[in-house]
């Protein structure tokens, strides 16, 4: 095994060298955080554990093991301290630190961990790739620092996807759906995203993001048509949202904010103030994958909203489905009844969306029509 070790005094670097090469490892070793990162650069994919001091000049041992983390995943640190505190230990811990050892460390505990931390590294390897194979990408969460970096990636990789709303009387473009994706691989879907973002308690950096590149959206759409944006139901929390100088605020009366409706309203205060005060600036209120909320319609009946959005579960095979038919036919002539405008998405096929079109559903979304795309797409007919 190749091992590099990261500590500021040259006599503790010395005797954990020569432990190790007595195993048969090939040791490598470095002064500081720094000098460790630019050493694991040079060095690709080679090392298989790094063993780093955690008071160290300049970077330190938990800044440096967040910088590992920019370049593997999987690698183990054992981070080595002579000054043990708790809340340190719980932190390395959490930031992915294969094992948090304090000083003096006898030598059989010292190779002992090391040999350990790589055979769990060649575990680790085995997994992952067998995971890629299988999906493309591991989408695992993984240790809070792996993920701190990812999700900033991510963050910074993040763009929207649209996806036209097609009006089957017209035949023209209703509105579209800006759907979140991001260029970093690993959290490259949207539920990848508001995954790692509850976690690192982010989400409100998202759906920051999300508006600010979607009222630069709408500034260059088609005319005439509105743009759907999917919340969270914690944006309603963000009073970023309710600023008159946030980025949606000059463009409201375009906007429709999209809540589904498997999101818990619990813990949120004054929901109906909220979503009056967001009518108030000319937003418009949607639900979500109606008819697949896991409370019934406890979210449709807080938000009162102006569109719902038929979950594409009971839109997908309507057409050879009676109750499917009787359900979606129910449901729209309800919304209407209710001033609601219904959407029916998840339309993938000819035979479903002639089925809807004869049960008077005028408003489709599927990929019979379109995908996703960067660019505002035309439906096809």
């Known amino acids: 095994m190749r091992v590099l070790l990261v500590d500021d005094e040259p006599a503790i670097l010395r005797t954990y060298a020569h432990m190790l090469e007595a195993k048969g490892a090939t040791v490598d070793t470095a002064s500081d955080g720094r000098a460790a990162v630019a050493k694991l650069a040079a060095a690709g994919d080679e090392y298989d554990v790094i063993v780093s001091d955690i008071s160290m000049p300049g970077m330190g041992g938990m800044e440096f093991l967040r910088n590992v983390r920019l370049r593997h995943l999987d690698l183990p640190v054992v981070l080595i301290t002579a000054d043990p505190v708790l809340e340190t230990a719980v932190k390395a811990i959490e930031y992915g630190a294969f094992r948090y050892l304090v000083k003096p460390v006898t030598e059989a505990v010292f190779t002992e961990t090391v040999e350990r931390a790589s055979q769990f590294y060649a575990l680790a390897k085995v997994k992952r790739a067998a995971l890629d194979d299988e999906n493309g990408q ?162 449709l009946a807080q938000l009162e909203p102006d569109v719902v959005k038929l979950d594409m579960s009971l839109i997908r095979d309507v057409n050879a489905s009676p109750t499917k038919q009787r359900v979606v036919r129910s449901m729209v002539q309800l919304s209407r009844s209710l001033r609601m405008t219904a959407v029916c998405e998840g339309v993938e096929t000819e035979a479903e969306c002639a089925a809807l079109v004869g049960m008077e559903c005028d408003l489709l979304q599927g990929f019979y029509f379109a995908k996703p795309t960067r660019d505002f797409a035309s439906p096809a007919w």
């Open 138 to 299: 591991a989408h695992q969460l993984g240790d809070r620092a792996s993920l701190e970096v990812r999700f900033e990636k991510a963050l910074d990789g993040l763009w929207l996807a649209f996806q036209p709303i097609t009006s089957s009387s017209t035949h023209s473009v209703f509105a579209y759906e800006a759907l979140m994706r991001s260029d970093e691989p690993t959290l490259s879907k949207p539920n990848d995203i508001l995954a790692a973002a509850e976690r690192l308690s982010a989400l409100p950096d998202v759906g920051r993001r999300v508006r600010e590149l979607a009222a630069n959206a709408v500034g260059v759409m088609p005319k005439e048509t509105m743009l759907f944006i999917n919340m969270h139901a914690t944006d309603l929390n963000d009073a970023d949202l309710f600023a008159s100088g946030s980025p949606l605020s000059d463009v409201a009366d375009r906007v429709v904010l999209e809540m589904t409706e498997r999101a818990s309203l619990e813990g949120l205060r004054d929901v109906a103030l909220r979503i009056a005060t967001l009518r108030s600036m000319g937003f418009r209120i949607a639900v979500d994958d109606l008819g697949a909320g896991y409370a019934g319609l406890s979210v």
